[in-house]
């Protein structure tokens, strides 16, 4: 089916692959995908290159927009773009796509160790093995528990699937909760987040930061939850409120938390999450595993194949709601 916009006449032009590490059998392959486009690396393009392209993979900025009138489609290698979304951009007719779903698998894997390590408190058996102690306690288990996933694309959706094959009762918050979603017991709206919350012993953020979920999670939020609930973040920090955090956990409203995404990246020294006691620290490394970048490159070739033939792209951002 062909429709507007990027896929609309491409038929010939420059594609610029970026941002990645060059790898010339890989490009010779994007070339059979798509004959009768120039496809060619580059680390800096040249201002000739921005000028003749009609589509570049990698992320851009204002200037490489002006730069390259004849632009149609602009792939992202990763699956939020909150930070490539600059107004001009936004407000172009350029058709963005993003490389969402890349790490949905190993996101929700992290989320599970973070849970898991919480739960067990793995911190400590890390402290016995050091000093090698044989340190035996009564732990807690995930069996019986209720998550509640905020954001159910694919990485919140591949998590449910995993926390219910834990015995684990799984409540999650959308945009749209009319639509069910497999392993999920209820659905809310981001306006009954006070409903959804005081029911987990878990809330876990896997949602895209967008304008509307930048600082859900304040001070009232996590007032809401369960006494001794626990917090995981895996996907944006700036979704909940540091300080609004802090004080949470510090007057032991909260029980812990597991914290792969940040407000601030990276952590300085200072920060006060190294050193508070039930919280496990992780560097924004979750979705960073072997299988990422090959999932990366079967997303975009087959946006390439489908730009070649003029037909509708796949994983399509909305620019203006950020996803």
Request: glycine share 10%; with cysteine; proline share 5%.
């Amino acid at each position: 089916m062909t429709t507007g916009g990027a896929a609309e006449s491409s038929a010939g032009g420059l594609i610029l692959i970026t941002e990645v590490a060059r790898d010339d059998e890989w490009l010779d392959r994007l070339r059979a995908l798509a004959p009768g486009f120039e496809i060619a690396w580059s680390e800096r393009p040249t201002g000739d290159q921005m000028s003749r392209a009609v589509a570049i993979a990698g992320a851009l900025a204002p200037e490489d927009l002006a730069a390259a009138p004849g632009l149609r489609w602009n792939h992202s290698w990763r699956a939020g773009v909150d930070d490539e979304l600059f107004p001009e951009l936004v407000d172009s007719s350029v058709e963005l796509t993003s490389s969402t779903g890349n790490g949905a698998v190993p996101l929700a894997e992290h989320a599970m160790m973070l849970m898991l390590m919480l739960d067990r408190d793995a911190p400590r058996w890390a402290e016995a093995q050091r000093a090698r102690t044989w340190d035996r306690y009564v732990h807690g288990e995930l069996a019986g528990s209720t998550v509640g996933i905020i954001g159910l694309g694919q990485a919140g959706r591949d998590l449910a699937q995993k926390a219910r094959a834990f015995h684990m009762r799984v409540l999650g918050v959308r945009a749209r909760p009319e639509m069910p979603v497999a392993g999920v017991e209820r659905i809310y709206g981001a306006g009954d987040l006070h409903e959804f919350l005081p029911q987990c012993d878990w809330v876990v953020v896997t949602a895209a930061l967008t304008p509307s979920t930048r600082g859900m999670l304040d001070e009232e939020a996590f007032a809401a939850m369960k006494p001794g609930a626990r917090f995981v973040n895996v996907s944006r920090g700036e979704i909940a409120v540091p300080d609004a955090l802090h004080r949470a956990l510090e007057s032991g409203h909260l029980g812990g938390a597991g914290l792969d995404a940040h407000a601030d990246e990276p952590l300085s020294a200072d920060a006060p999450w190294w050193t508070m006691p039930h919280v496990i620290v992780t560097p924004h490394n979750g979705a960073t595993s072997f299988g990422l970048r090959g999932r990366s490159r079967e997303i975009f070739e087959r946006n390439l194949e489908l730009f070649a033939r003029g037909e509708t792209l796949e994983s399509v951002v909305n620019k203006r709601l950020g996803y």
